[in-house]
């Protein structure tokens, strides 16, 4: 894994249409550390996440990684995103999980290993092997979340962005999520409500 | 065996025929006795024009009038399938669309018309007008789906195109599955008729060669011939039209220029 990258939001806006849903905002994300962005539904915690990935671009200010001009591209190369509402289609569990290994930014041999590490990874988040036949579409919304987290840590990248990641999960899951990904490797971005999930922040940025 | 000719009273009398299925759609209030009416004076009109107009091509048998009269259909199918794909005529359709169709069109024309058939002169009205016509009328119809596929599929799952972006993949890589299921839908009507041919339905170039005098084999040889034809034809041009059009409705950040979508 590369080193966990440093990301900074400097006097960042963006509208939809014509609506403003960031303004002016500034914020950094301090390598190897857990940045939670906090705020009321629609404050626009899910866009600076999208923002980042290149989803949208900013109407103004500017964003950087490791002080440097930004490529979203190159950004993507370096991440793992959980959306908020994970729907991978049509295909087994095995299917939507062997699908991003097969991207050429994401080499064979990680590929290998992670598929090793499949089973391990499934069980850590209290899921049983046989999931791996089920149809995706079939799995409950907490299934669903907790295959997108294992995707995200099996990509073993430097950078996670995570929306919302435990809306669905119960306790001992949420435990075994923040067990498995958050460690001082990587930089992590999450939005969240749960009081569990905050607490397991470096930093918290509040969105007003 | 001589053709029978038919006046202009006896396909005025075949009308009468017409009768019976607007009567239906009138009893069901289906409110499509109007449309029936215009599109039946547009066919008429549009193959009066065809007609005289081919009788001029078969007669001066021209290649580059011919190849001239093969970009206009081109231009029309173009329109047409932007149109009913339901995007929007931009530029950055219009032309990748057309450029898809075009080459689509020629190659297969270059190949079965000149290497296989191999005319006795390049591009011999004849053959060339009627063959077009019929493949281009298949990709037409192919294209339709498949680009209404592709670019609706993948705004309505973004969220999944967008997911493989993040995991790293490339715009190429993500669209890859919008891609395959496609394909898949274009090329299923042709598929499905090829292999019902012959059982199910008599098609209308064998109908019509019979009908002039062709013996039922050399009929049954060109019908082989043009479904092979129209099914590379249909497959190769809506990939081309896909693989063109990606190129000038993304941004920069892989983002899909939703202007372009009707709905």
Known sequence: ?208 | MEIIDITWTQLGIGFIIMVVPAYILWKYRTGLNRKLLTASIRMVLQLLFVGYYLQYLFEYDNPWINAAWIFVMVAVADFATIDRSDLKRKWSVILPVFGATFFGIIIIDLFFLEIVIQLPKLLAAQYTIPITGMVLGNCLRSNVIGINAFYYSLNEHQERYQFYLACGATRSEAVHSFFSKALQKSANPTLASMATIGLVSLPGMMTGQILSGSSPLIAIKYQIMIMVAIFSGTILSVYLGIVFTNKFVFNNTDMLDETILKN
Not at chain 1, 16 to 39: M, R
Not at chain 1, 87 to 110: D, I, Y
Not at chain 1, 170 to 181: F, P, V
């Open chain 1, 1 to 208: 894994m590369a080193v966990s990258p440093n990301i900074s939001f400097d006097n960042v806006t963006f509208n939809f249409e014509k609506e403003q849903i960031v303004t002016n905002f500034s914020f950094e994300a301090k390598p190897g550390q857990h940045t939670l962005l906090k705020g009321e539904s629609g404050s626009g915690k899910s866009t600076l996440l999208k923002l980042l990935l290149g989803f949208h671009n900013p109407k103004d200010g500017s964003i950087s990684i490791n002080y440097k001009s930004y490529n979203a591209r190159e950004v993507r190369k370096q991440t793992a995103w959980l959306p908020q509402d994970l729907n991978l289609g049509s295909g087994t569990v095995e299917e939507v999980m062997v699908k991003p290994f097969e991207f050429a930014a994401n080499q064979p041999s990680r590929n290998e290993r992670a598929l090793q590490n499949r089973n391990k990874t499934l069980k850590a988040l209290g899921l049983a092997p046989d999931i791996l036949d089920k149809q995706f579409r079939d799995l409950s919304t907490g299934q669903r979340q907790r295959v997108g987290l294992a995707i995200c840590h099996l990509l073993d990248k430097p950078l996670l962005l995570l929306d919302e990641p435990t809306s669905a999960l119960d306790e001992a899951s949420k435990q075994k999520a923040a067990e498995l990904l958050l460690n001082n490797k990587r930089t992590v971005i999450s939005t969240s409500h749960d009081p569990f999930w905050v607490a397991k922040a470096d930093n918290i940025i509040e969105l007003s």
